[in-house]
């Protein structure tokens, strides 16, 4: 089976992004951009926003738990996408992650000492490492099958590009 194969619901493990395809463009650079515009408008491109610097535009391209934004570029002949993690939601998971750990300290040795009159281990010794070892490996899992999401949402939406600029170009 290879890296590449697609995902199944029985199979837990997420292949290695692959790069988004190119589309071929005759249009000029906001000739394109003006048709992706109306494609927003009817609804059919999430989170559109008008690029920066060499960016022509940027769309949303839903993730798993963590979403990315699909940016295009326009080149000679074709446009080429790239998919970049949103920044803001992976620190406020980790904030809330970070946070909320002690205070389950607290809490989880309140109740067993209230619950379990023997109990007199400090609960810290075995809660630390049992919340924390898992959390390299819970982002990791995280960010592999958000990305692979997001790639599959971006190809929709490229496919959509594609029709919208074949559209009434002749081609």
């Known amino acids: 089976m290879s890296s590449n194969a697609l995902i199944t619901s029985t199979s837990m ?22 048709k992706v515009r109306e494609l927003a408008l009817r609804g059919k491109m999430p989170g559109f926003v008008l690029g920066k610097g060499e ?16 940016l295009a570029s326009h080149e000679p002949g074709k446009l080429r996408f790239e998919l ?14 970070a946070v909320t750990i002690w205070p389950g300290v607290w809490l989880t040795d309140s109740m067993l000492k209230t619950y379990f009159d023997w109990y007199t281990i400090p609960t810290w010794i075995w ?10 490996f819970m982002w990791r899992r995280m960010v592999r099958q958000s990305r692979a999401a ?12 594609r029709v919208a600029l074949s559209a009434g170009s002749g081609v």
């Open 55 to 70: 960016d022509l535009f940027e769309a949303q391209a839903f993730g798993h738990h963590l979403d990315y934004r699909m």
């Open 84 to 97: 970049r993690m949103a920044r803001r939601v992976p620190a406020v998971l980790l904030v809330v992650l």
């Open 127 to 136: 809660y630390i490492p049992l919340t924390v070892i898992p959390v390299p």
């Open 13 to 34: 493990s997420v292949p290695e992004h692959s790069p988004l395809p190119t589309i071929e463009c005759h249009h000029a650079a906001q000739v394109a951009q003006e």
């Open 150 to 161: 997001a790639e599959e949402s971006a190809r929709e939406l490229i496919e959509r590009i």
